[in-house]
T-cell receptor, first 115, second 117 residues
Framework: AQKVTQAQTEISVVEKEDVTLDCVYETRDTTYYLFWYKQPPSGELVFLIRRNSFDEQNEISGRYSWNFQKSTSSFNFTITASQVVDSAVYFCALSDPDSWGKLQFGAGTQVVVTP | DTEVTQTPKHLVMGMTNKKSLKCEQHMGHRAMYWYKQKAKKPPELMFVYSYEKLSINESVPSRFSPECPNSSLLNLHLHALQPEDSALYLC????????????????FGPGTRLLVL
């Protein structure tokens, strides 16, 4: 069975601080896919990244970076030099070939960035 | 263009009303999804259409009735809803859906905030 754990319910930072969001996953499959989505107060889920289980390279996109560690089943997300616009709920999600296209979401982490 | 549109943005309805939510995508995707999201919770999958056929129904009550007239359009017909059905309803699309091997990215619309009185 699949499971995604985002243990941090809420993280509050002051603008320009870095913030790291943890995501730990469980799956029995050797092939799987991990995703991060951002949900600002407007409600839309915005796709940020997809990573497959065979690609352990870390990725950087502007102020965003992701650290994928299969050894610890973690796919953590760091926002560098946070800005007020980063205030949102961030969801980590997992799917695999047996999930019929279904995403297993974590509970989400609320990030609050204050000026 | 990764846009999924949803109308209306907000909807208030009584328990005896009939209303519909609409979702549209023009990315050539062949799979479309309905999710329900309660406050401070992750989205919960309701239905998946793949190549215009209903592929997954997550045991959703019959007062929610999905319809996929064509591969670009997805409707959710609502009838005799309960106050606990008040939530954000999100639509998403992806390339193929259940035949995609789990690797597909789902692109979400802005959602419809539904309030049932």
């Amino acid at each position: 069975a699949q499971k995604v754990t985002q243990a941090q319910t809420e993280i509050s930072v002051v603008e320009k601080e870095d913030v790291t969001l943890d995501c730990v996953y469980e799956t029995r499959d050797t092939t799987y896919y991990l995703f991060w989505y951002k949900q600002p107060p407007s409600g839309e889920l915005v796709f940020l990244i997809r990573r497959n289980s065979f690609d352990e390279q870390n990725e950087i996109s502007g102020r965003y970076s992701w650290n994928f560690q299969k050894s610890t089943s973690s796919f953590n997300f760091t926002i560098t030099a946070s800005q007020v616009v980063d205030s949102a709920v961030y969801f980590c999600a997992l799917s695999d070939p047996d999930s019929w296209g279904k995403l297993q979401f974590g509970a989400g982490t609320q990030v609050v960035v204050t000026p | 263009d990764t846009e999924v549109t949803q109308t209306p943005k907000h909807l208030v309805m009584g328990m005896t009303n009939k209303k519909s939510l609409k979702c549209e995508q023009h990315m050539g995707h062949r799979a479309m999804y309905w999710y329900k999201q309660k406050a401070k919770k992750p989205p919960e999958l309701m239905f998946v259409y793949s190549y215009e056929k209903l592929s997954i129904n997550e045991s959703v009550p019959s007062r929610f009735s999905p319809e996929c007239p064509n591969s670009s359009l997805l409707n959710l017909h609502l009838h005799a809803l309960q106050p606990e059905d008040s939530a954000l309803y999100l639509c998403a699309s992806s390339q193929q859906g259940i035949t995609g091997g789990g690797q597909e990215t789902q692109y979400f619309g802005p959602g419809t905030r539904l309030l049932v009185l």
